[in-house]
Each structure stands twice: as C-alpha cells, then as structure tokens.
C-alpha cells in the first residue's frame, strides 16, 4: 500500500528536516507503520508540490497534515481520480486571545481554512476524544490514533544522567508563554529559598536566543529566575555569561541553559532531569492538546508536575504525578526535597502507565484505518 504524506518541512542537504508535529503525527508514525508492515511505502511531499496524474495513480492513500493547501487545486484533482484522503490534526483552531499565533490565525483566516480542510477530507485522524468532540461538528468521519513514541528508538531509552540535585526542566516551545506565567512566582520564591538553591536545579530547554534578538527564551529566563537576580550574589560571574549570551555549562548551578536540539534528538533533554514542570492552563485550546509530554517524560524516566486539566486529567493519578491544581510549585519542592525518594517512584508509576503510547502498539489501528479507505 503507497500512501503520500503532504506536510511541510525543510530540505536540508536534499533530506527532509522535520518538525515536532510533522515528527509525532507524520513521520514517525508511519516510519513505524513501515518498519511493522513491510508492504506499506511511504512518500513524504511539501503542501505547493504539483502532481502528475500518473503519480497520484500509484498512490492508495493521501494523508495531509494540520490543513489541505488548495491552491494547487489538489482537493479537486484527487477526488477527480477517485482517490480518498485524510487530514491529521493534533490542535484545536480556535485560539485564545493570549496565544503567540492568535493575530497570525486571524489574519489569514486559518480557523476557516482548517474548518474547510476538515469538511473537504474524506476522514479526519485527532489525538484525544475531546478534539474529536470538535470536528465532529464538521465531520463525522473522525477516528482517535494518539501520539505515540518510537520505543525502538535508542534515543527514547532511559539514559538518566544522575546529579546530586533534583532537576525541574521546562520544555516548553515558544506558544506556551502564558502557561509558563502561570507559575513564574513560585518558581521564583523557590529559587530564592536557600534549600532549593543548594540542592536543585531549574533547566531551561530550548534555548535558542542570538544576542540582539527577541526571544521568548530569554523572556522565560527572567520570569523562572526574577532576572537570573535569584543567584544574586553567589554566582555574580555566571550571570554576567549568562547575560552576555555565553553558553556556561551550569551543570552544578540552580538555574541551567540547554540549547535546542534536532526534533530527531529532542529527547536527551530528559537523561539531565529528573521532573519535567508542564504547567497548563485550563481553556478550550489547551483541553484540546494531547498528553503527549507525560508520555515523553513517562518512557524517558522522569517525574511530572502538571496541572490537573484536561488533556492530562485522563492520565494523571496521585502515584504518577505532582498535581499543580492541589499544591504550587514552590510548596512541592519543599516537600519532595523532604521525600526525595518520591521523585523515583512517581517517575517509576509514570513509566508504568505510559507504555501503552508505544507507537508499536498504536500503530496497528493506523494500519487499519488506512486499509478501510485505501483506493
């Protein structure tokens, strides 16, 4: 069976760079499909590619992702052909006003676009129940296949790095600013405390920002540590490299940089924590997100601190998470630096009941999907 993927991604050194949504819902998924199911072939093509009809003629299955880029007429051209094609998506399209892309989705209309695509496609694959609550507004055609991780890749394996302090890492990407507010506070009367300071440590993964240029990196950076002020003045010679955008190792401070790495080895940012901090605020976009950080951090050993909303409420319990909702984060950093054994047998539990988002076990429902509406 030869399916075609349409997403966007870069050519680099003609081969494609991914990013996380085109990783998690396009390339990794069906990487797995074909490495289980020798029989499938698998095609990757950019939204403005043109396609002779003798191609698409080979073609069984079209999958687009987030949205169907019509410009080239595709939607037509496809359906003329009696081929059938899906459209993943993996986010709600309505955002708050407070969201980095709000006034990009206003501008160019990108709700209405998405509400098209859904419309136009033949089926829509979501990653949770309450998105597919969304689109079956528009389509009733809507099948859950959750995000999943490749368990056979080797930089998905428990690598723990060990350090003698406990280790909070924000992995937030650059939306996720009002989430990180939510928070910044405690974050920072933790710091402040002079048990914290000594015995852990906050990491901020990411890190992208060249000096002279706006970032939200650096605008996370003086929120979690009130203006690096909160080393003040003990490690007066650490800020000043902070500050003038050297990149110190950190590895023995409070408060640490990691760079940002290739979505293909995003996951080492796990082996140097040991709590991943995902703070969420509870509204109709984020309800509408999958619980694809518990996930990450479940199958990379790591301990989480989330808030109890939708859509981690479904996989939370008291056994594998620190809930935000019941305690802030300074007050559970008091109280796991007092039980610090806590933080092994919480991560122990999440890795217990992560292990069912092994994308080899998800990945025979694609299989399925895709041999029910194959041309």
């Not at 999958?63 to 081929?83: A, H, P, Q, T, Y």
């Not at 995000?147 to 394996?157: A, E, L, R």
């Not at 650490?238 to 940089?257: A, D, H, N, Q, T």
């Amino acid at each position: 069976m030869k399916i075609l993927l349409i997403h966007s991604f870069n050519i680099k050194d003609n081969k494609p760079e991914f990013n996380a949504v085109s990783y998690y819902r396009m390339n990794k998924p069906h990487e797995v499909l074909a490495r289980l199911n020798p029989d499938f072939e698998i095609v990757h093509s950019l939204p403005n590619d043109v396609y002779p009809d003798d191609f698409l003629q080979t073609i069984d299955l079209v999958l687009f992702c987030r949205e169907i880029d019509n410009s080239n007429g595709i939607i037509e051209v496809l359906n003329k052909l009696g081929i059938r094609f899906g459209l993943d998506l993996d986010d709600y399209w309505i955002l708050p006003e407070d969201h980095l892309l709000y006034e990009h989705y206003k501008e160019t209309n990108k709700p209405q676009l998405i509400i098209d695509s859904i419309k136009a496609a033949h089926f829509v694959i979501c990653t949770t129940e309450i998105l597919a609550g969304k689109i079956k507004e528009h389509n009733k055609e809507v099948y859950v296949i959750e995000n999943g991780i490749d368990t056979d890749d080797q930089v998905w394996q428990n690598n723990h790095i060990n350090s003698k302090r406990i280790r909070y890492g924000f992995t937030q990407g650059t939306t996720h600013l009002p989430d990180v507010m939510s928070i910044h506070k405690d974050v920072q009367s933790a710091l402040y405390d002079a048990d914290f300071n000594r015995n852990c440590q906050i990491v901020l993964t990411g890190w992208n920002a060249i000096r002279s240029e706006e970032s939200v990196y650096i605008g996370y950076e003086r929120m979690l540590t009130d203006n690096l002020k909160t080393m003040l003045p003990v490690e007066r010679e650490y800020c000043l490299r902070l500050v003038k955008y050297k990149f110190p190792s950190g590895i023995s401070k409070p408060y640490r940089r990691v760079g940002a790495l290739p979505v293909y080895e995003f996951a080492k940012v796990y082996d140097e924590m040991d709590i991943l901090v995902s703070p969420l605020i509870a509204n109709d976009f984020n309800s509408c997100k999958s619980e694809l950080k518990m996930m990450e951090a479940g199958h990379k050993g790591c301990a989480v601190m989330c808030h109890n909303v939708n859509p981690y409420s479904s996989l939370m319990t008291k056994h594998n998470s620190f809930d935000l909702t019941w305690g802030n984060f300074y007050e559970w950093s008091k109280y796991i630096l007092s039980n610090p054994n806590i933080v092994k047998d919480t991560a122990a539990q999440l890795t217990l009941d992560t292990k069912r988002f092994s994308l080899n076990l998800i990945t025979d429902k694609r299989k399925q999907l895709y041999e029910r509406f194959k041309n």
